[in-house]
């Protein structure tokens, strides 16, 4: 089993940025690929961002050159810092771990709006 404990949600108005975080427990070893998603009211979740256990990465269109996805040194925490935020990035964001089986987070609030 994993556990995923994101953080760093919040409000914060148009142009500015955050930064997730999302921590992993549990059997990391298992872990090939973490990663964010994001899901706004009445829409179907949507991949943001993944990192491979070799660092490659991948974004949705809608967040490349904004968005920025990186692993900790310890391997088991992931990030997202989000920059040049507009309202249609406002979603509940969810952290993701892929390995034999599939693990997701609480969620956290991202609200832009000013």
């Known amino acids: 089993q994993v556990q995923l404990v994101e953080s760093g949600g919040g409000l914060v108005q148009p142009g500015g940025s955050l930064r997730l975080s999302c921590a992993a427990s549990?059997?990391?070893?298992?872990?090939?690929?973490m990663g964010w998603y994001r899901q706004a009211p009445g829409k179907q979740r949507e991949l943001v961002a993944a990192?491979?256990?070799?660092?490659?990465?991948n974004y949705a269109d809608s967040v490349k050159g904004r968005f920025i996805i990186s692993r900790g040194n310890a391997k088991n925490t992931v990030y997202l810092q989000m920059n040049s935020l507009n309202p249609e990035d406002t979603a509940v964001y969810y952290c993701?771990?892929?390995?034999?089986?599939?693990?997701w987070g609480q969620g956290t609030q991202v609200t832009v709006s000013s």
């Open positions: 549990g059997s990391i070893f298992s872990i090939n690929v």
């Open positions: 993701n771990a892929r390995g034999v089986r599939v693990y």
């Open positions: 990192i491979t256990s070799g660092g490659k990465t």
